[in-house]
């Protein structure tokens, strides 16, 4: 049975830090858009608040999330409890994206350990967070964390990295601009 909550408990805080892997979602205002829902690992996660958190985004084959958050904000994280006690957590939003060279970087980076490739930083205002049951989640056993992203990433240097994006990061699927082409940052 799903139960509704209007803020990231002390409990559900502990369960976030317990997951080594978590799900983005967005989606564009235009119905024939493409939802994407991304995964995400490598301890990228940081509870600001009850109501707010944040996770270092790092360069990537596509920028979906940040076009859709600079066209229309809405943003969805969910959890799954891999191991014993079973449970789904969701925390529904308004995300924003934090760019390098903006004013919130610093204070918002330093609470991350530096890791190649970093890109951007997804800020999320949370005002609804839902549990569920999550009996149908398989039991898996972590074995890693894969290190092929940052150890690429590493190996392109910023400018390689800066390249990169120009070309595959400053639009997305569906057209739709992302905060580096607006920032001119590609």
């Known amino acids: 049975m799903a139960k509704v909550y209007d803020r990231i408990s002390d409990e559900l805080q ?10 983005v979602a967005t989606a564009p205002l235009n119905s024939a858009g493409h939802v994407n829902v991304s995964p995400k690992g490598l301890d990228s996660l940081r509870v600001l608040s009850p ?17 859709h958050l600079l066209e229309n904000g809405r943003i969805t994280l969910m959890f799954c409890a891999f191991q014993e006690p079973p449970l789904i957590l969701r925390l529904y939003g308004q995300g924003a994206v934090v760019l390098p ?5 610093q204070a918002l980076y330093s609470l991350f350990s530096p890791l190649p490739g970093a890109r951007q930083i997804i800020v999320a205002e949370i005002d609804r967070v839902q549990t569920s049951c999550g009996l149908g989640v ?3 056993e972590l074995q890693d ?10 190996k392109k240097g910023d400018a390689g990295l800066q390249d990169y994006r120009q070309q595959k ?4 699927v ?4 992302t905060p580096l082409a607006k920032q001119g940052m590609g």
Do not use: C, K, M
């Open 174 to 177: 569906d057209g739709l601009p």
């Open 51 to 67: 109501n707010r958190v944040a996770y270092l985004d790092l360069t990537g084959s596509g920028n979906e999330t940040s076009a």
């Open 14 to 23: 502990n369960f976030i830090r317990q997951q080594p892997l978590f799900f």
């Open 169 to 172: 990061n400053v639009v997305s």
């Open 101 to 105: 060279h903006t004013s919130d970087w």
């Open 145 to 154: 964390q894969r290190s092929q992203l940052v150890d690429w990433a590493a």
């Open 138 to 140: 398989p039991l898996y």
